[in-house]
Every structure is written in structure tokens, then in C-alpha cells.
């Protein structure tokens, strides 16, 4: 029951089953990675997020938008990483106090 992809509503769920469509699509696109969801949740593996960026390495034609809350979690993530060039990364900046502080943590370019 519940609406279709969201059968455990707001639940962490992660879908290893979607990872390859980027890969079949002939048109170029830009894909919103993760809506009504968050990449960089905590309960979220390091190895799922491994996939999902060698996914958007290989689907180099297309251009893949990442927003998270988690700023701290996704400069550790990248601290030994190199962000894909086609991969848009942006941090949810709640206020001065939570969000800005954080931004120079991620980096940009």
C-alpha cells in the first residue's frame, strides 16, 4: 500500500534496483538524485554512495543534482574523493547559525 516507490513512507529505503537507469537513457538529461530523500544520511552506506557515484561517472552525458542537509557528512565523504565534474552538489542552508558555517567545510567550485 502507499503511493508507489514510497511504500515505507518516509523510511530509509534504499533502491539498488534504480542505480543502472542513468545508464540506459540515450537523451541528455539532468537528474535530481534524491528527492524527498537524503544521499547523505547517516544511515546511508559509504558503499551505496560509492555506487551512486561511479553510476554518475559512467553516465557522463548526463548532468546528476545531489542536495543534502548533511554538509558535514558529504565534505568527510569527498575528503578522499573527488566529486564527479557531472555531478551538481548543493547543501541546504537552514540559517546563519546551522547552515553557513558548514559551507566552507564542503568547498566549491
Do not use: C
Not at 534524491?34 to 555506487?51: A, G, K, T
Not at 543534502?68 to 575528503?79: G, I, P
Not at 565534474?85 to 559551507?103: C, M, R
Request: charged share 25%; hydrophobic share 35%.
Amino acid at each position: 500500500m502507499g503511493t508507489p516507490g514510497y511504500e515505507n513512507g518516509f523510511l530509509l529505503s534504499l533502491r539498488p534496483e534504480k542505480l543502472q537507469e542513468p545508464l540506459q537513457r540515450k537523451k541528455l538529461t539532468i537528474n535530481f538524485v534524491n528527492s524527498m530523500s537524503d544521499l547523505f544520511h547517516e544511515q546511508v552506506p559509504d558503499e551505496y554512495i560509492d555506487q551512486v557515484f561511479e553510476v554518475i561517472r559512467q553516465a557522463s552525458q548526463h548532468t546528476f543534482q545531489i542536495l543534502t542537509k548533511r554538509a558535514e557528512r558529504l565534505a568527510d565523504y569527498f575528503s578522499q574523493r573527488t566529486p564527479p565534474v557531472n555531478a551538481w552538489l548543493g547543501v541546504s542552508v537552514e540559517d546563519k547559525a546551522y547552515g553557513v558555517p558548514s559551507i566552507g567545510r564542503v568547498g566549491s567550485h
